[in-house]
């Protein structure tokens, strides 16, 4: 069932129901009220019947059948018994209504039971106790409320008549009012389903409120753009790194060839573990490259703040337990106890990344078995320099410098694959740094870093 057919009927049923509860209890307590009223009309009559008789006790019978007409039409189809206090009776309308349980009641009447009351079908009955005089009498009436139960008759139908008549203004309200909440759903619904999947990403437009359909149209556009960011980090990632990948297994490839070819068995195993070493590098090099798409596909950088110097700490005794015979030498350009000046936001992992392949190519291309460390804190960023002596980059060549592949005249007869410093520039990048390269003199490289504080 839809929502629109759920608030029509359950809207309309609430109220409907309340509505007839409510018209019922108007009519109940007007039944209630008709049917009291008129037996003390009743009881009315016999204390001002039982008066009467009292005072006119001498006269003749004939005085009497005149107040019996005179009083007959007092109440419709009516019969009246009076009994002294030997329950004797002496007075009877003259009407010929009977009243089969006279006896009954006459019985039950008494001091400590002054008052009962029953029905005959439509007709009321009372039997009363009333003292009059210092005298005992007893009184019983029957009779019909002819106007009370046309007066409820016509309560009846006008109430009936309300009923229908809001009940109807209550289902067309309803349709209406169910039409007009559910018509942003049934628009956002259509939206949905005319969705183009293929299409670039465009957020379903909806007009602006505080109700709930702007945020479901809103976390529906969040989703749509999570789902565009994911298909598109997909295949991103696979041409990505395709394409990243096919020299490295091309290198792989033709140095294996090579090796088919030596016939040296000490050079083979020298190639073979080389081939080793390269080999691993590719598994953090797909590592890298999935972080790198999905930074490239608008993905946030999950970031936490980052004590740099001590991260290069741990870089170095990592290194030094694969290269002891290399030195890093770290220096402060400024000693100082405040923490934030040496603290930058992001990922550990690929900062550390970054950090670890400078420190690996000043290993790979020192000529002197040491590299030299600055970190320069200052108020805005943190710059840390790294040093080598070593066979330098030349100006020609310094500008394909952090492009993929690009391996300088000083990298012959070095394994590698050219992608090192396209990773760090791009992780510098995403971090909102930046690199640079700059040579002192004719055989030092530096690379330097800036990394915004946190």
């Not at 009519?27 to 019947?49: A, D, M, N, V």
């Not at 490839?253 to 040296?264: A, G, P």
């Not at 066979?391 to 394994?415: C, D, T, V, W």
């Amino acid at each position: 069932m839809s929502i629109r057919k759920k608030i029509l009927l359950y809207f309309s049923a609430t109220v409907i129901c309340l509505l007839a509860a409510t018209l019922f209890f108007i009519y109940t307590l007007f039944y209630g009220f008709r049917e009291e009223e008129f037996q003390q009309r009743q009881k009315q009559k016999i204390t001002s019947t039982l008066k009467i008789l009292t005072e006119i006790k001498q006269a003749d019978e004939s005085i009497i059948q005149a107040l019996d007409r005179i009083t007959i039409h007092d109440f419709y189809d009516e019969k009246l018994l009076i009994y002294n206090d030997k329950k004797e009776q002496i007075y009877s309308s003259i009407d010929d209504t009977l009243i089969p349980d006279a006896d009954r009641i006459l019985s039950i009447l008494a001091p400590n039971h002054p008052w009962l009351e029953t029905k005959d079908d439509l007709y009321d009955v009372i039997g009363v106790y009333v003292k009059h005089e210092n005298n005992i009498y007893y009184g019983i009436s029957k009779a019909f409320d002819s106007s009370g139960y046309s007066k409820l008759d016509f309560l009846k139908y006008v109430l009936l008549f309300t009923f229908l008549g809001i009940s109807l203004i209550v289902i067309l309200l309803s349709s209406y009012l169910s039409k007009k909440i559910t018509k942003p759903i049934a628009d956002i619904t259509e939206k949905i389903n005319n969705y183009n999947f293929d299409r670039a990403y465009i957020p379903i437009e909806i007009e602006r409120s505080e109700n709930e359909i702007t945020a479901l149209a809103e976390q529906f556009n969040e989703l749509m753009k999570r789902m565009k960011e994911a298909i598109s980090f997909q295949k991103h990632a696979v041409h990505h790194i395709s394409h990243e990948l096919k020299t490295p297994i091309a290198i792989l490839v033709s140095n294996f060839e090579r090796l088919e070819e030596l016939k040296d068995l000490d050079e083979i195993k020298l190639q073979i573990q080389n081939q080793k070493e390269d080999t691993k590098s590719l598994s953090e090099i797909i590592n890298l490259l999935l972080e790198i798409s999905k930074i490239d596909t608008g993905n946030s950088i999950p970031k936490t703040a980052l004590r740099l110097d001590e991260l290069i700490f741990d870089i170095t005794d990592e290194l030094s337990a694969l290269h002891p015979d290399f030195e890093f030498s770290i220096d402060y350009s400024i000693l100082t106890d405040d923490e934030r000046r040496l603290t930058v936001s992001g990922s550990s992992r690929l900062i550390k990344a970054a950090i670890m392949n400078l420190m690996v190519n000043s290993i790979r291309y020192s000529d002197n078995r040491e590299a030299k460390i600055k970190i320069i804190p200052t108020d805005e960023y943190l710059q840390i320099d790294f040093i080598n002596k070593g066979a330098i980059i030349s100006k020609e060549e310094e500008k394909y410098l952090f492009q993929h592949f690009f391996r300088g005249e000083n990298s012959m007869g070095k394994s590698g694959f050219g992608l090192g410093l396209v990773f760090v520039y791009k992780i510098v990048l995403q971090h909102g740094g930046s690199i640079s390269y700059a040579t002192q003199d004719a055989n030092t490289n530096i690379f330097t870093i800036h990394f915004p504080l946190s």
